[in-house]
């Protein structure tokens, strides 16, 4: 089972108010408002190690519910720096919500949404296995059984349900 690890780099929603996300993110660490100033300095502060894909998800929904964002890494792998700031004009908004598209950045080995169809994995298929296959016949059509596959139940007596009687209501 594959494990990840979880860093916070300060990253908010494209939408998200900085003050409240600071305070929710202040409310997530359990630490005074006043001091949560130092997370938001871009630099990878590790919030769990070696959790599950499934946690991992609940802290994703956890961190974008305030507005902030987090990178999850393979565990074991390098911790994600912070993106430069870009000149690229903002994600475009979503027509149905009325908020930035719902995909998290792609930075380094985050897990992330891929759009619908998209090659996920782009390594090399590995070579067929060689297996010998010479020793093995297959029998004629409709000529086996499944005798073999039958087991004998022991026997059990019938209870005696004698002394029931039914009534109606």
């Known amino acids: 089972m594959q494990s990840f690890d979880i860093y916070f780099?300060?990253?908010?929603?494209?939408?998200?108010?900085?003050?409240?996300?600071?305070?929710?993110?202040?409310?997530?660490?359990?630490?005074?408002?006043?001091?949560?100033?130092?997370?938001?300095?871009?630099?990878?502060?590790?919030?769990?190690?070696?959790?599950?894909?499934?946690?991992?998800?609940?802290?994703?929904?956890?961190?974008?519910?305030?507005?902030?964002?987090?990178?999850?890494?393979?565990?074991?792998?390098?911790?994600?720096?912070?993106?430069?700031?870009?000149s690229s004009p903002p994600p475009a908004k979503s027509a149905r919500t009325g908020g930035s598209a719902n995909r998290p950045p792609s930075v380094g080995n985050a897990v992330g949404l891929a759009p619908p169809g998209a090659t996920i994995d782009r390594a090399e298929p590995p070579p067929p296995a060689d297996i010998d296959t010479s020793s093995l016949e297959a029998l004629p059509p409709n000529t086996g059984s499944l005798e073999d596959c039958h087991v004998e139940k022991p026997h059990r007596p019938i209870p005696d349900i004698s002394h029931l009687d039914l009534q109606e209501d």
């Open 9 to 86: 780099l300060g990253e908010m929603l494209p939408d998200a108010d900085p003050e409240a996300v600071r305070r929710g993110v202040a409310k997530l660490f359990k630490v005074q408002e006043d001091s949560v100033e130092r997370m938001f300095s871009g630099k990878a502060l590790r919030v769990k190690q070696a959790v599950d894909a499934e946690v991992a998800s609940r802290y994703r929904t956890a961190f974008r519910d305030v507005g902030a964002l987090i990178q999850i890494v393979a565990n074991g792998s390098p911790p994600p720096s912070a993106k430069p700031a870009s």
